[in-house]
């Protein structure tokens, strides 16, 4: 009896959560072309992922921006749009909830994931920080090092066909790496496995980026309560990450 009643009070909370997400929602189809495009998922016949088909829209939009009215978004490519944004009216931008959940697993209430006041609480608390002459000067060491070591002559080397995406991926790791723990991931030596930690994290930022993807909210957060498909794979992920960086830190003390 207490099992029925238990199985009948979580179903009353799917389905009451169910209906509120659906009331929120202003908009569950649009006829648009964009839209449908995207709810049928018939950009992916001709685009390998996301990112390429909005990059191919934007490049053809005469306001370089797009409308994805079933999500409530707008995606902008329009310098002027993007000045006023992250400068001129920076505060009146903040990056909301809906994407706070998201990369909320991964990035947790870091500073690439808060907005108001503790946003504003971590941004001066970095800034004195990383603001001092001494920093910026060790900063400028290793960007230059690894400039002159590694992508300079990775990029001199003749007959060969780079991918400049993941170049500059492997050498931002490297740099961040550095800075952050003082180790070398060498992930700009291409002759090298990739470290462990890049691969989690590169894997754990895809996963949580494709959490958009879905039509619904509800179905990411569905498969994460049931440990499905790629919720399992970024629960791993992010564990791996948790379990490398706390072995970095412990060798550094």
Same mark, same amino acid.
């Given at each position: 009896?207490?099992?029925q009643?238990?199985?009948f009070?979580l179903i009353?909370?799917?389905?009451?959560y169910?209906?509120?997400?659906?009331?929120?929602?202003?908009?569950?189809w649009?006829?648009?072309e964009i839209?449908?495009?995207?709810l049928?998922?018939?950009?992916s016949k001709?685009?390998?992922?996301?990112?390429?088909?909005?990059?191919h829209?934007?490049k053809?939009?005469?306001?370089?921006?797009?409308h994805?009215?079933?999500?409530?978004?707008t995606?902008t490519?329009?310098?002027?749009?993007?000045?006023y944004?992250?400068k001129t009216?920076?505060?009146?931008f903040?990056?909301?909830?809906?994407?706070?959940?998201i990369?909320?697993?991964?990035l947790g209430r870091?500073i690439?994931?808060v907005?108001g006041d503790?946003w504003k609480?971590q941004?001066?608390?970095?800034?004195m920080?990383?603001?001092k002459?001494?920093?910026?000067?060790?900063v400028?060491?290793?960007i230059?090092?690894e400039?002159k070591t590694?992508?300079?002559?990775?990029? /001199?080397k003749?007959?060969?066909?780079?991918d400049?995406q993941?170049?500059?991926?492997?050498f931002s790791f490297?740099?961040?790496?550095?800075?952050?723990?003082?180790?070398?991931?060498?992930?700009?030596e291409?002759?090298l496995?990739? /470290?462990k930690?890049?691969?989690?994290?590169?894997?754990?930022s895809k996963l /949580?980026?494709e959490r958009?993807?879905?039509?619904s909210?509800?179905?990411?957060?569905?498969?994460r309560a049931?440990?499905?498909?790629?919720e399992?794979?970024?629960k791993?992920?992010?564990?791996?990450?948790n379990?490398?960086a706390?072995e970095v830190?412990?060798?550094r003390r």
């Amino acid at each position: 009896m207490e099992l029925q009643a238990s199985l009948f009070f979580l179903i009353l909370i799917f389905l009451l959560y169910l209906l509120f997400s659906l009331l929120i929602k202003p908009k569950l189809w649009c006829n648009c072309e964009i839209c449908s495009a995207y709810l049928t998922l018939s950009w992916s016949k001709q685009f390998k992922n996301l990112c390429d088909w909005y990059t191919h829209l934007l490049k053809n939009s005469p306001s370089k921006s797009i409308h994805i009215h079933v999500l409530r978004n707008t995606i902008t490519a329009n310098p002027e749009n993007i000045e006023y944004m992250l400068k001129t009216k920076f505060h009146n931008f903040p990056k909301g909830k809906p994407f706070s959940i998201i990369l909320g697993d991964f990035l947790g209430r870091g500073i690439f994931n808060v907005d108001g006041d503790s946003w504003k609480f971590q941004k001066n608390m970095a800034s004195m920080e990383l603001g001092k002459t001494s920093i910026c000067c060790y900063v400028f060491d290793i960007i230059n090092c690894e400039i002159k070591t590694r992508l300079v002559p990775l990029l /001199s080397k003749q007959d060969q066909v780079l991918d400049l995406q993941d170049v500059f991926k492997r050498f931002s790791f490297d740099v961040i790496c550095w800075f952050s723990f003082g180790i070398d991931p060498s992930c700009l030596e291409l002759s090298l496995p990739m /470290s462990k930690l890049a691969m989690a994290f590169d894997l754990a930022s895809k996963l /949580s980026a494709e959490r958009a993807m879905n039509v619904s909210p509800l179905v990411w957060k569905i498969k994460r309560a049931l440990n499905l498909g790629s919720e399992k794979e970024l629960k791993r992920a992010i564990e791996r990450i948790n379990l490398l960086a706390k072995e970095v830190i412990s060798q550094r003390r």
